[in-house]
């Protein structure tokens, strides 16, 4: 068995990390770490989870015993340093924070306001949506999985960025996702209260997630968009939906089979000849995407997903299957469980 430690499973994404984990053929958990939950036990803080007796420890790199993989489910700013110890000492990473998404440290410090406590080894890190840059993920040992919203955009912009069929100039991303996306720490203005009976945008224009997503298009297009990004809040526990809007270089016709072609037989990425719903993907590790255009120009690609699982955690186990050259699907759910 593969030995795996998972820091931040007191968290919703960290949760289904242990799900996965532990319904995988190859992997095993053997260190579960946590910050404020540390000492008490699995099912105090996931119910839900088989194994409950298990104990959560520290998420320190020195409360990690020797594993081969580590998966750092962690808020912004508390991974760098404990990826820098744990890969000193070989550990294969996957970081489902925001520390390690960008290789240029200047693009960084603009998108978080601070440099970068470890900059010299960004450029180490494979940027994690495998249906994209699949090799690199494959050859590397740290991998940064994407943010939620950057995985829906970029699986639904790039292929058709990268073949011109866009303008890569005035394309606008409105966006919508449940609670779960918001993490777990206890907020007034994510109380039932607050969120239920209304759907809100935030950070318009102003999400950190914008200059990631521009940074993922350009690697694989070769081409910087001009792109700008609003999301909203729904009363919704998972489920995460981006339409995309740009204008069409191209006759409409053939967005559908440029998508299409990037992703065939792509096991996660599903183009559809209707909109796709969030509950279709709930459950799943799979991104639904569709595009419309109105014959005048103007473009929708629409994608829909699941936040914990293609959005965070199932993602994060894909790219670590890739990393130990295990089967891609391997311990995934590949259908959702809404009808």
Same mark, same amino acid.
């Not at 007796?53 to 340093?81: E, I, K, T």
């Given at each position: 068995?593969?030995?795996?430690?998972?820091?931040?499973?007191? !968290?919703?994404?960290?949760?289904?990390?242990?799900?996965?984990?532990?319904?995988?053929?190859?992997?095993?958990?053997?260190?579960?770490?946590?910050?404020?939950?540390?000492?008490?036990?699995?099912?105090?803080?996931?119910?839900?989870?088989?194994?409950?007796?298990?104990?959560?420890?520290?998420?320190?790199? !020195?409360?990690?015993?020797?594993?081969?993989?580590?998966?750092?489910?962690?808020?912004?700013?508390?991974?760098?340093?404990?990826?820098?110890?744990?890969?000193?000492?070989?550990?294969?990473?996957? &970081?489902?924070?925001? &520390?390690?998404?960008?290789?240029?440290?200047?693009?960084?410090?603009?998108?978080?306001?601070?440099?970068?406590?470890?900059?010299?080894?960004?450029?180490?890190?494979?940027?994690?949506?495998?249906? *994209?840059?699949?090799?690199?993920?494959?050859?590397?040992?740290?991998?940064?999985?994407? !943010?939620?919203?950057?995985?829906?955009?970029?699986?639904?912009?790039?292929?058709? *960025?990268?073949?011109?069929?866009?303008?890569? &100039?005035?394309?606008?991303?409105?966006?919508?996702?449940?609670?779960?996306?918001?993490?777990?720490?206890?907020?007034?203005?994510?109380?039932?209260?607050?969120?239920?009976?209304?759907?809100?945008?935030?950070?318009?224009?102003?999400?950190?997630?914008?200059?990631?997503?521009?940074?993922?298009?350009?690697?694989?297009?070769?081409?910087?968009?001009?792109?700008?990004?609003?999301?909203?809040?729904?009363?919704?526990?998972? !489920?995460?939906?981006?339409?995309?809007?740009?204008?069409?270089?191209?006759?409409?016709?053939?967005?559908?089979?440029?998508?299409?072609?990037?992703?065939?037989?792509?096991?996660?990425?599903?183009?559809? &000849?209707?909109?796709?719903?969030?509950?279709?993907?709930?459950?799943?590790?799979?991104?639904?995407?569709?595009?419309?255009?109105?014959?005048?120009?103007?473009?929708?690609?629409?994608?829909? *997903?699941?936040?914990?699982?293609?959005?965070?955690?199932?993602?994060?186990?894909?790219?670590?299957?890739?990393? *130990?050259?295990?089967?891609?699907?391997?311990?995934?759910?590949?259908?959702?469980?809404?009808?």
């Amino acid at each position: 068995m593969i030995s795996v430690a998972i820091l931040g499973a007191s !968290g919703y994404a960290g949760g289904e990390l242990v799900r996965l984990v532990d319904g995988h053929p190859r992997l095993e958990a053997v260190h579960l770490g946590a910050h404020t939950r540390a000492g008490q036990r699995l099912a105090d803080v996931h119910p839900q989870l088989g194994g409950g007796d298990r104990l959560l420890a520290g998420n320190g790199s !020195g409360d990690v015993p020797d594993v081969d993989v580590a998966f750092l489910a962690l808020p912004h700013g508390q991974s760098a340093g404990i990826a820098h110890d744990l890969g000193e000492r070989g550990v294969r990473l996957v &970081d489902l924070g925001a &520390d390690h998404r960008f290789a240029d440290p200047a693009a960084y410090e603009d998108a978080y306001g601070a440099p970068h406590p470890h900059p010299d080894g960004l450029d180490r890190w494979a940027y994690g949506i495998p249906e *994209l840059f699949h090799d690199r993920i494959a050859a590397a040992d740290r991998v940064a999985a994407p !943010g939620c919203y950057p995985t829906s955009a970029v699986l639904g912009l790039a292929p058709l *960025l990268a073949a011109g069929a866009v303008e890569p &100039d005035g394309i606008v991303v409105s966006a919508i996702s449940g609670v779960t996306g918001a993490g777990r720490a206890v907020r007034e203005d994510l109380t039932f209260g607050a969120v239920a009976e209304g759907v809100r945008p935030y950070q318009a224009l102003a999400h950190r997630h914008r200059p990631e997503m521009v940074h993922a298009l350009a690697a694989y297009a070769g081409v910087t968009p001009g792109l700008q990004f609003v999301p909203h809040l729904a009363p919704m526990q998972r !489920g995460l939906l981006s339409t995309c809007f740009a204008r069409s270089t191209e006759p409409a016709a053939g967005l559908g089979d440029i998508l299409r072609k990037a992703y065939d037989g792509a096991p996660f990425v599903h183009v559809l &000849d209707v909109p796709p719903q969030t509950r279709w993907a709930a459950g799943s590790n799979n991104c639904l995407l569709a595009v419309a255009a109105d014959g005048a120009g103007t473009v929708a690609v629409m994608a829909a *997903l699941d936040n914990l699982l293609k959005g965070a955690a199932g993602q994060a186990v894909q790219c670590a299957n890739l990393m *130990l050259g295990l089967p891609e699907t391997e311990g995934l759910p590949a259908a959702g469980w809404l009808p």
